[in-house]
């Protein structure tokens, strides 16, 4: 038996619809004490998975909104419990009321992600399944919608699976013929695993190749523009962000920190970072920046070096080049070109060179296309790209300790040897799926998500 929870599952601003969520046995008792159907039903006979429309009353029994209310009985629910959701009109006063008559009707407030932990503890999702859930709440691009879609529904766990139980079969069959040698067992041979294991192993590795373009996908390119001071940089943030998020001025050093901004260009997120122009300085605020800026180019998935097209390149402008040309990718943008064209394309060492105006906006379709050509995703998003980072190293761990396991065949280690590596595999690999994951490991991914979900 668990106990009734309840939480609001929509935002707290104004919005056409809010919806007010209860999971857990007899929570349609304890939703019908606040509301009334107008079919003169009780709630608890309501008709499955039919919304039907009734008054839901707060504390004092006055009716505050006419609504519909949903009655879903387990296991066949989101949480494999029975569950009420009441879709109100979205007036976060409504909501709060409700809110508040349910919890003095016997119900409890949620805690956040509590809806999908119950998902996940009931046998609803696995774990892949449910971090997805988050990952698509939050995903940003439409490609990180649909790679996240794609594992809610289940296609990460039919890849890892197969390979988890092929682990389990490996093991179990060796210590069946240790232990019980006078029953009638197929006698266990390392070597006939060891085409399982090299194609498992080379699966992982290929869910492996796909993490950098699904980190990417996920959290955006992290994008430090650099350059001298008053040079653009700004200006060249402020047009691609398409509103005024930092000053611009005449007078140089105007930029003492790191600005941040998330813009998409072309398909590209782009996660802006606009630092302090750098130069030697006396100033030791302006110092501060530099070396903020320094560190934000050597953190960067992208530098944009940035310079004055209208004038001849400058020992400043030199001194930045070469912090750039160790960045794993770069672009050059020659700015200002509406007032001149000093510098050209083949003045500057970088495979990439664009001339734009940041003030005009020309010249930036030739920056998108560079982004895309570096950026741009190549890859299926069905849900079998990597994006989440625990899920990475679990995976990264217990393709490892496959390696290992093939070395030590390779080497003529006796089973018991091998398989240690093998057991190793499949604890990491039962930490992608939850089927061996810690608890508190469990808590700190439930506790990404809000309350109500």
């Not at 809806?115 to 988050?134: M, W, Y």
């Not at 390119?221 to 001071?229: F, M, R, Y």
């Not at 664009?354 to 995703?377: Q, W």
């Not at 590596?421 to 490991?441: F, H, K, L, N, Y």
């Amino acid at each position: 038996m668990s106990h009734v929870i309840a939480a609001v599952s929509t935002g707290h601003q104004i919005s056409a619809i809010g919806i007010l969520r209860l999971s857990g046995d007899g929570c349609a008792k304890v939703a019908g004490k606040v509301f009334t159907l107008n079919s003169g039903l009780p709630l608890e006979q309501a008709p499955n998975r039919k919304l039907m429309l009734g008054a839901l009353k707060d504390k004092q029994g006055r009716v505050i909104d006419n609504c519909m209310a949903v009655y879903t009985r387990g296991p066949h629910s989101y949480t494999g419990e029975d569950t009420v959701e009441f879709h109100c009109h979205g007036s976060p006063a409504v909501l709060a009321a409700g809110l508040e008559a349910l919890y003095l009707a016997g119900a409890k407030p949620a805690q956040r992600g509590e809806f999908t932990k119950r998902a996940f503890l009931n046998g609803q999702l696995d774990l892949t399944q449910a971090e997805a859930v988050i990952d698509l709440i939050e995903a940003e691009t439409a490609d990180a919608a649909a790679n996240a879609a794609g594992q809610v529904t289940g296609v990460l766990q039919e890849k890892l699976s197969p390979i988890y139980n092929d682990l389990v079969d490996l093991c179990s069959h060796f210590h069946a013929v240790l232990d019980y040698p006078d029953e009638d067992i197929e006698d266990f041979g390392l070597e006939s695993y060891e085409s399982t294991l090299k194609q498992n192993a080379n699966a992982l590795d290929g869910l492996l190749q796909t993490y950098n373009q699904g980190r990417i996908m996920k959290n955006g390119v992290s994008a430090a523009i650099v350059g001298k001071p008053n040079v653009g940089k700004s200006s060249l943030l402020n047009a691609l962000a398409g509103f005024e998020r930092v000053i611009v001025t005449e007078i140089a050093g105007t930029t003492r920190d790191t600005v941040e901004e998330s813009v998409m260009v072309g398909s590209t997120r782009l996660r802006l970072i606009d630092t302090a122009g750098i130069r030697q300085t006396a100033d030791a605020i302006e110092a501060m920046g530099v070396e903020r800026s320094k560190s934000a180019v050597e953190n960067a998935d992208l530098v944009i070096f940035v310079c004055d097209g209208s004038q001849p390149l400058t020992d400043d402008d030199r001194k930045v080049i070469d912090l750039c040309l160790d960045a794993q990718n770069a672009i050059a943008l020659i700015n200002k070109s509406d007032i001149g064209a000093v510098v050209q394309p083949g003045d500057l060492p970088f495979n990439m060179v664009v001339p734009i105006c940041a003030k005009t906006g020309e010249g930036l379709d030739l920056f998108r296309d560079a982004v895309d050509m570096l950026f741009g995703n190549t890859m299926p998003c069905d849900g079998l790209v990597l994006t989440n980072a625990r899920q990475f190293d679990a995976i990264r761990r217990a393709h490892g300790a496959m390696l290992a396991a093939l070395s030590g065949l390779k080497q003529g280690l006796t089973p018991d040897a091998v398989l240690t590596d093998v057991e190793e595999a499949m604890e990491a690999m039962g930490e992608v799926t939850g089927a061996t994951v810690r608890e508190d490991i469990t808590t700190r991914i439930f506790e990404r998500f809000c309350v109500g979900k």
